[in-house]
């Protein structure tokens, strides 16, 4: 190697983290007999080879002392919430409410059975503004509406592309999961707001308000396309819709890429390949139901474009 410049060779081997295949003629032998890459291999040697240092203890010690200071910080806060269930009758839960609100799917479908059974508190129809993100959905939230619908041309949209599938499910997924954060965000706010404004005094008004109120997000429909490939694909977009938080699901019977239904050139596949992949749809449904637990599978609705 090259020596020179104010600066030995030595000097700048020891600098630099060699990998332990260097070659021979790289490595500069000193009078000692050593040179300075055998040096630093004996000195890693020599720390592996040390029993625990006194850093492991420092940070084990830190961990333990950072727990109890977590345990005894939390304990006036658990105490102070017991007393005031106590002192209002009512029970305090620490876990957000909207934990211990129905699934999204069954929501949704309990809304709609009341709006076919004629047992709506309203007379106005369900309405659905679309929503593609988590300030639009805040905003249909905050509006009050009683569901929403996720638009995959409100997404292909904001990412620059019109609606012709050139959003892929990924990116529909992303969307999803930002349109269920928005909407949890709000159902959030609102019950905390409701539980500030509730005196003390009107229990049984309190009492009759809880079990009418429902403190879960809106429920929320999604857009799926033609489930982004064959039936298998379609398997895969209820999975992760579901996982992600929507309501209900809605599979098309274009053929894929697809255009957006508005618009006027839309192909459509055959009867029995449309039946199987709504078919598909639903059996991904059922299983996820089976495995998350009863009415969390999301409602599914099939869509023609045929007509």
């Avoid at 033609?226 to 098309?252: C, D, L, S």
């Avoid at 009415?295 to 023609?304: F, V």
Wanted: glycine residues 8%; hydrophobic residues 35%.
């Amino acid at each position: 190697m090259y020596r020179g410049g104010g600066q030995s060779a030595c000097h700048v081997m020891n600098r630099i983290d060699f990998l332990p295949t260097v070659p021979k003629e790289m490595i500069i032998q000193h009078k000692g007999g050593m040179s300075p890459l055998q040096r630093r291999r004996r000195r890693r040697l020599s720390r592996l080879s040390r029993p625990a240092s006194s850093c492991y203890l420092l940070c084990s010690f830190v961990t333990v002392l950072l727990t109890s200071c977590r345990s005894s910080a939390a304990a006036p806060a658990a105490a102070a919430a017991s007393n005031q269930s106590t002192r209002t009758g009512r029970s305090t839960c620490m876990m957000p409410t909207c934990c211990l609100a129905v699934s999204p799917p069954e929501r949704l479908r309990k809304l709609l059975e009341d709006e076919m059974n004629n047992k709506s508190n309203t007379n106005t129809p369900i309405l659905l503004p679309c929503c593609y993100d988590g300030l639009t959905a805040r905003l249909v939230a905050r509006a009050k509406f009683r569901a929403t619908f996720m638009t995959g041309f409100g997404v292909s949209a904001v990412n620059g592309y019109p609606d012709t599938q050139l959003i892929s499910y990924n990116e529909m997924m992303l969307a999803a999961s930002t349109v269920a954060e928005g909407l949890s965000s709000v159902a959030l706010e609102m019950g905390s707001t409701e539980d500030a404004d509730a005196t003390e005094t009107d229990a049984e008004a309190d009492a009759e308000a809880d079990a009418d109120a429902d403190p879960g997000p809106i429920p929320c429909i999604a857009d799926g396309d033609t489930g982004y490939g064959n039936a298998i694909n379609a398997k895969r977009t209820v999975f992760g819709y579901a996982r992600a938080g929507m309501a209900g699901i809605m599979i098309e019977d274009q053929v894929a890429p697809k255009r957006c239904g508005h618009v006027a050139g839309k192909s459509v596949i055959g009867f029995d390949e449309a039946v199987q992949r709504v078919k598909a749809a639903c059996d991904a449904r059922d299983e996820y139901a089976a495995m998350y637990g009863p009415g969390t599978g999301p409602l599914i609705l099939a869509r023609t474009d045929s007509l």
